[in-house]
């Protein structure tokens, strides 16, 4: 099975930078997904690791350490339109169909932006 | 807008009713999902369809019954539904070891 920690709920000001942290505890792993999801909508693809490192996209990073189970998602000059939640998702090879794997979430980080 | 298109966007039933979810992509993906997601919690997987290939979360109940007619349409059919499976159904699609992408959603309530 999988288990993905993230905070519940973070708050941050508009212009600045936030880091919202994601650990997982996994029997395998294919690649970890950062989605956003406005309140009533569906998860809006962000940011996919496989690999360790940092992978860079505009205003948002993802940072994968797979030693470490452990990634962060990055948003930089902070926007009130940013006010979502973030899933940190984790693709699970024990939902292995075909070659194509299912995602197992974290609960999701509630960030709310202040002016 | 997406390129993962789900019908109905709304639908409210009766637990003794029959009806059918519907979700289409062309993107080309040989891979598609159903999710279900209760208000304030993160989406929790269904079943995974790949190269014609089912997979099942065996913790989903048998009134729920997916379909795959063609690579490109996924449907889920429901039947005898409970109160408890008022939920957002989301399909999703992927090529490869490409991300997931998202439909818009079924919002599902059971009378």
């Known amino acids: 099975g999988q288990n993905i920690d993230q905070p519940t709920e973070m708050t941050a000001t508009e212009g600045a930078i936030v880091q919202i942290n994601c650990t997982y505890q996994?029997?395998?792993?294919?690649?970890l997904f950062w989605y956003q999801q406005h309140a009533g909508e569906a998860p809006t693809f962000l940011s996919y690791n496989v690999l360790d490192g940092l992978e860079e996209k505009g205003r948002f990073s993802s940072f994968l350490s797979r030693s470490k189970g452990y990634s962060y998602l990055l948003l930089k000059e902070l926007q009130m339109k940013d006010s979502a939640s973030y899933l940190c998702?984790?693709?699970?090879?024990?939902?292995?169909?075909?070659?194509?794997?299912?995602?197992?979430f974290g609960k999701g980080t509630h960030l709310i932006i202040q002016p | 807008d997406t390129e993962v298109t789900q019908t109905p966007k709304h639908l409210v039933m009766g637990m003794t009713n029959k009806k059918s979810l519907k979700c289409e992509q062309h993107m080309g993906h040989r891979a598609m999902y159903w999710y279900k997601q209760k208000a304030k919690k993160p989406p929790e997987l269904m079943f995974v369809y790949s190269y014609e290939k089912l997979s099942i979360n065996e913790s989903v109940p048998s009134r729920f019954s997916p379909e795959c007619p063609n690579s490109s349409l996924l449907n889920l059919h429901l039947h005898a539904l409970q109160p408890e499976d008022s939920a957002l159904y989301l399909c999703a699609s992927s090529g490869g070891n490409q991300p997931q992408h998202f439909g818009d959603g079924t919002r599902l309530s059971i009378l």
């Open positions: 998702a984790v693709r699970d090879p024990n939902w292995s169909g075909g070659g194509a794997d299912g995602l197992t």
């Open positions: 996994t029997s395998g792993f294919n690649g």
